[in-house]
């Protein structure tokens, strides 16, 4: 799937430039995601960049939203945590995309003394156990390796949202936690700024599909497609977000 592909090259350490292993511990970084679910009642998943693998570790909150690991820590030969990513409402699971993408390139950019005080703060709408959307706390951090500078690990942490109003919006933070601050907010309205066609084009890029498979879904020509893709990139904004990004919505293959 082609944004699949596209975000590994981006995230895994292979494809990434100095062959210089980390020698992290991962079983440090595992105790840290188990204690987070301990503690906070969390679903914890720790992504390894080196090995292309992440750990789930779960709690109760688990089975509140339909999810039945049979094993804890459950291991996935993905950087990606699929069975909760598919239960994420379409148009936060898009939005989840651009801005952990934008967080990455805040965090290329930034210092390595500095990257430790930013994460991302998020609330995003996912099915629970009856199949009704409820809003749900996302955090997310990065931890760089001191050996090779680069990203080693990511660490997600899910719980359900305290606050849960009917009109309740998503959102999508960058946060300085050392400070206090808010760095990024993605405000955008994307039903108000996209074209219904673009919405379309922009759901099943985000579900992985290349420009081909999209343009048989709607019927339409694959330069069509790009065409919209070139709208989206422009309208969001994110044009120069990173690489990775651009490569997604770029010619068809």
């Not at 105790?31 to 969390?42: D, G, V």
Request: glycine letters at 2%; proline letters at 2%; a positive charge.
């Amino acid at each position: 799937m082609e944004i699949v592909d596209t975000l590994n090259k981006t995230l895994l350490l292979k494809n990434r430039g100095q062959n210089k292993t980390c020698l992290l511990d991962v079983e440090i970084y595992k105790n840290i995601a188990s204690t987070y679910s301990l503690i906070e009642n969390s679903i914890a998943v720790l992504s390894d960049m080196q090995f292309n693998k992440s750990y789930i570790f779960t709690s109760k909150t688990a089975l509140e939203l339909g999810l039945n690991f049979k094993e804890n820590p459950t291991t996935v030969n993905s950087i990606w945590e699929e069975e909760i990513l598919k239960k994420i409402h379409p148009d936060d699971k898009i939005k989840k995309y651009v801005h952990e993408l934008r967080f990455f390139k805040l965090l290329e950019a930034s210092k390595p003394d500095e990257r430790a005080a930013l994460s991302v703060l998020s609330k995003m709408r996912i099915k629970d156990k009856h199949g009704m959307y409820v809003f749900v706390q996302h955090r997310m951090f990065y931890f760089y390796s001191p050996y090779n500078l680069k990203l080693r690990f990511a660490l997600c942490l899910y719980n359900i949202a305290v606050d849960q109003p009917q009109f309740l919006s998503s959102e999508f933070l960058i946060i300085n936690s050392i400070r206090g601050k808010i760095l990024v907010e993605d405000k955008l309205n994307y039903n108000n700024i996209l074209s219904q066609r673009e919405l379309q084009v922009l759901k099943f890029v985000g579900e992985g599909f290349t420009s081909k498979e999209i343009a048989d879904f709607l019927s339409i020509s694959i330069n069509t497609v790009s065409r919209h893709r070139q709208n989206i990139l422009e309208k969001l904004k994110v044009k120069n977000s990173i690489q990775a990004f651009n490569d997604s919505f770029s010619k068809a293959n």
